[in-house]
């Protein structure tokens, strides 16, 4: 039963952040057509409320659910002999410190200068050199990607690392 529950927890986890992120993405599509400063502070207040609302709350159920999952049934760091699960934990604290350093750093700056455009009444420089920056942005669309190889893996659970090689 236990194991029943906490793949329940898990699912649900993957479910909110995937919600989250395709929340993310659209509200930062969005955002990248608006020239109006009070529908691109819309826009940037929604990827927060998206973010810190959906995204990191599916994150921490998937980090703990994993984590308790790995330990109880996988026997604790003998998961590094199961190559999908490793790569599963892999490529998930990748995102997990991607997602909180440079991505959550990158829309927490935008929201800011979202405000400062709003109560300038039109776009200013700095908001135009953040939303060209390219790490951030290319950090950012490749999360949902990522969850997607995240998921394939669990769902596949390939057996062996040649999966991941290219032939």
């Not at 109006?36 to 819309?42: H, Q, V, W």
């Amino acid at each position: 039963m236990t194991y029943t529950l906490l793949k329940f927890v898990h699912v649900l986890g993957a479910v909110l952040i995937g919600g989250g992120l395709i929340g993310v993405w659209v509200s930062d599509l969005r955002s990248r057509q608006l020239r109006d400063p009070s529908l691109f502070a819309e826009a940037t207040r929604n990827i927060a409320i998206f973010y810190d609302g959906v995204v990191v709350p599916g994150a921490l159920i998937l980090l703990f659910s994993g984590a308790w999952m790995t330990v109880r049934f996988y026997g604790g760091w003998d998961f590094l002999n199961v190559s999908w699960l490793a790569g599963m934990a892999a490529l998930f604290a990748f995102e997990f410190i991607e997602g909180n350093t440079v991505t959550r750093l990158y829309f927490m700056r935008l929201r800011r200068l979202a405000r400062e455009t709003l109560s300038a009444g039109q776009f200013t420089a700095r908001l135009g050199t953040e939303r060209g920056r390219l790490v951030p942005t290319f950090t950012h669309f490749l999360d949902l990607p990522m969850l997607f190889l995240i998921i394939a893996l669990g769902v596949i659970k390939p057996e062996t690392w040649n999966l991941f090689l290219i032939k």
